[in-house]
């Protein structure tokens, strides 16, 4: 049996106030054209389609549309909810998605109650555990945040995540059917690929691949960036974003993953390329020098940085003639004045990182503060 498997599509994502949904049209075109000349019998999407709770209508008609493609490519589409989609908005399309081969689980639910799907195809059965983003807020708890130390909270989740996937697993896979795992989820082990969100991304909350059990032909994730595959009793993967999607994805190449799988034997992953993103790159020059980078540039967007000293209208000296430079800096930051403090540098820094030096310039070390910053970190970013 032949799945393809991809996430993270992040549909609505801007860059610097630039829309992506061109490119996301092509790369979410390429992956259709990819299962049907591979002749995938089923589509694994690993959550995170929409890159807001709130999607606009461009970014809603972008992703049905690509599953209505993936499901005419495909024999069986399967769609599970990440942190940055709304729960309730997939809700209320999945009666409608079920009229079609495509199948969606919004949250948490029950092996009988849509958290298992068994699945037939022309060449043999699957057996689908969905497992859609586990929020630490449903886990850790404003009390136990203020009653018990981060470890405690750090082991909570992981014995509830792994709770969880065990009863998913629990019942043996029949006989002749390929046993598969799709979930979003921080997994121990995992690297950032720099687009993830820095609140959902908690290395102490995760789940430990000892979860996972051996008997799995596959467990396919979403939640990080970049396509890796994780050490396990069983074959376990990010699938990586289709794009890059901000400026710490610049090394990464795109993809999605084949696998090939049968009862009894090992899976086998193939990491397809995807080729229609356009390329994020950064860009160290100075203002003599740049018309060499506007040679070399193409088609891609830029973080250039100038080594040249301050001086009025610089930046829109660069974007004249790199109209793709989605951001400029200067390499030296502007010294302050005598009568001024220097003050580090904010932009591209997460919440997290400002709180935490906010908390060391005031002497504060109770590890609950942080703890409680990223409850509200939760509550701000969490769907309606």
């Not at 709130?54 to 599953?67: G, K, Q």
């Amino acid at each position: 049996m032949r799945f393809l498997h991809t996430g993270d599509w992040h549909v609505g994502k801007t860059l610097r106030g630039r829309s992506r949904a061109d490119e996301h049209r092509a790369v979410l075109d390429e992956m259709a054209t990819i299962a049907r000349e591979r002749k995938v019998d089923i589509v694994l999407i690993a959550g995170d389609l929409f890159d807001t709770a709130s999607p606009t209508s461009e970014s809603e008609a972008i992703v049905y549309r690509a599953l209505l493609d993936l499901a005419h490519a495909s024999e069986w589409v399967v769609v599970i909810s990440g942190n940055h989609d709304n729960p309730r908005r997939l809700a209320a399309v999945e009666p409608l998605m079920r009229l079609t081969n495509i199948r969606v689980l919004p949250s948490i639910a029950r092996p009988d109650d849509g958290g298992v799907l068994t699945l037939q195809t022309k060449v043999g059965g699957a057996r689908i555990a969905l497992l859609p983003f586990l929020s630490q807020r449903l886990i850790v708890k404003a009390d136990d945040l203020m009653m018990k130390d981060a470890g405690e909270h750090v082991s909570s989740y992981a014995e509830h995540a792994h709770r969880i996937i065990q009863s998913l697993c629990a019942d043996k896979a029949p006989p002749q059917t390929v046993d598969i795992l799709l979930a979003h989820a921080m997994v121990h082990g995992g690297v950032l690929g720099g687009g993830e969100r820095q609140a959902h991304t908690v290395f102490e909350y995760s789940i430990p691949t000892t979860a996972f059990p051996a008997t799995l032909h596959y467990t396919a994730l979403g939640h990080l960036h970049r396509v890796q595959k994780i050490p396990g009793a069983c074959p376990i993967w990010y699938s990586g974003s289709p794009l890059q999607l901000d400026f710490g994805e610049t090394r990464d190449a795109k993809s999605v993953n084949i696998i090939e799988a049968e009862p009894g034997r090992p899976a086998t992953v193939e990491c397809v390329p995807l080729v229609s993103g356009r390329r994020l790159r950064f860009i160290k020059t100075t203002m003599e020098r740049l018309i060499e980078v506007v040679a070399e540039a193409g088609d891609d967007y830029l973080r250039v940085e100038i080594d040249a000293p301050p001086t009025p209208g610089l930046a829109n000296e660069v974007r004249e003639m790199l109209p793709n430079a989605v951001d400029v800096q200067l390499a030296t930051p502007h010294p302050a004045s005598k009568d001024e403090a220097p003050t580090p540098r904010r932009i591209g820094r997460s919440p997290r990182e400002l709180f935490g030096e906010y908390l060391a310039d005031r002497g504060e070390t109770d590890p609950r503060l942080t703890a409680l910053f990223n409850e509200l970190l939760e509550e701000v970013y969490a769907p309606d």
